[in-house]
């Protein structure tokens, strides 16, 4: 495999090239190439802004992507998106529904995307999502808009890398604070309320930002933005305070993101080392089932597994 070549490509932003080193970065056989390219463009990186969106299921995520990507092209700038479906429990599998629901946008504005799977990561974001920003970043994208899976207080992980976070709501999903948990009140900076011309879209406003008022302070004051992601009502405004978001000193990768990059990576190969380990040991369900019928508690057993495959005393 050619990796100088998808590499230069890249870096003249060919997406041909993009999309062959995305497809590389999510193959785990490919990791010595996975590696061999992220290493080349890493001098290349760290000025791509990074829209993190999230919310619970239902909420109108993937169409209200579609708008924002596409007002973002029409003032010049060159955008993608990532949309992490989640992995199904029993194949690994994923519907990748997403890219249905945002065809139409991404189409007429020529918007590149791509659907990854979240590969069972609770916290809604695969490491191959994070190698694609950096891929995307590589060949002049000026933004990304990462979407999580949507699984909600869970879903913070993307608090990791993104520059800025949107939180969106919906009216009638029932209680509106029980649906977005304090996890997500606290990482959001910016919150939403999609589908405004329904019933109850006022009031769900008036109960973030009453919630909001009784978080602690600081220099970035946040707001709630009510849209219609049917007919875009309002995601100018949403974009303005993403650009106004961004303008407060957000948009630029230091050490600290750096390090919390690394940290993906690394619970994402411990996770990888700890499954092939356990391959060849037989069945770890096997295991388990002895060692409940030993007597052994969940925690201790779990201890020793885990030793066992890591070849140390934890």
């Known amino acids: 495999m050619d990796i100088d070549a998808i590499v230069k490509g890249i870096r003249k932003g060919d997406t041909l090239s993009v999309s062959r080193a995305i497809s590389i970065v999510e193959d785990r056989s490919q990791i010595s190439f996975s590696s061999e390219i992220m290493k080349k463009i890493y001098n290349r990186t760290g000025n791509i802004h990074i829209i993190g969106v999230t919310g619970p299921p ?77 891929i995307l970043d590589a060949a002049g994208f000026d933004s990304v808009i990462v979407e999580t899976v949507g699984s909600g207080q869970a879903d913070i992980d993307i608090m990791k890398i993104a520059h800025t976070i949107v939180v969106l709501h919906a009216p009638g999903l029932g209680d509106i604070l029980q649906s977005i948990k304090a996890g997500i009140m606290e990482i959001g900076d910016i919150f939403v309320v999609n ?12 109960d973030i930002e009453d919630s909001l008022s009784m978080l602690p302070g600081g220099s970035w004051k946040r707001k709630v933005i009510g849209v219609n992601s049917l007919d875009g009502e309002n995601i100018d405004a949403l ?11 957000k948009g630029k990768r230091g050490d600290g993101d750096a390090m919390k990059e690394m940290s ?20 770890l ?30």
Do not use: C, W
């Open 239 to 249: 974009l303005d305070e993403i650009e106004r978001h961004r303008s407060h000193g």
């Open 58 to 134: 239902g909420v109108g995520k993937s169409s209200m992507i579609g708008k924002l990507a596409s007002e973002i092209a029409t003032r010049g700038r060159k955008t993608s998106i990532i949309a992490v479906d989640a992995s199904s429990p029993f194949t690994g599998g994923t519907l990748l529904g997403n890219r249905v629901r945002m065809q139409e946008s991404i189409n007429r504005n020529s918007i590149y995307m791509r659907s990854l799977a979240s590969r069972g990561f609770k916290g809604g974001l695969s490491s191959a999502a994070l190698s694609t920003i950096r």
């Open 195 to 206: 589908k405004i011309d329904r019933e109850g879209a006022f009031l769900a406003i008036k």
């Open 285 to 314: 369900n096997r295991e388990m089932k002895r060692m409940m019928a030993d007597g052994i508690d969940p925690f201790n057993g779990a201890l020793k597994l885990v030793t066992s495959l890591v070849g140390s005393e934890i």
């Open 264 to 283: 993906i990576y690394i619970e994402d190969e411990l996770r990888r080392i700890i499954l092939e380990r356990s391959a060849p040991k037989g069945d």
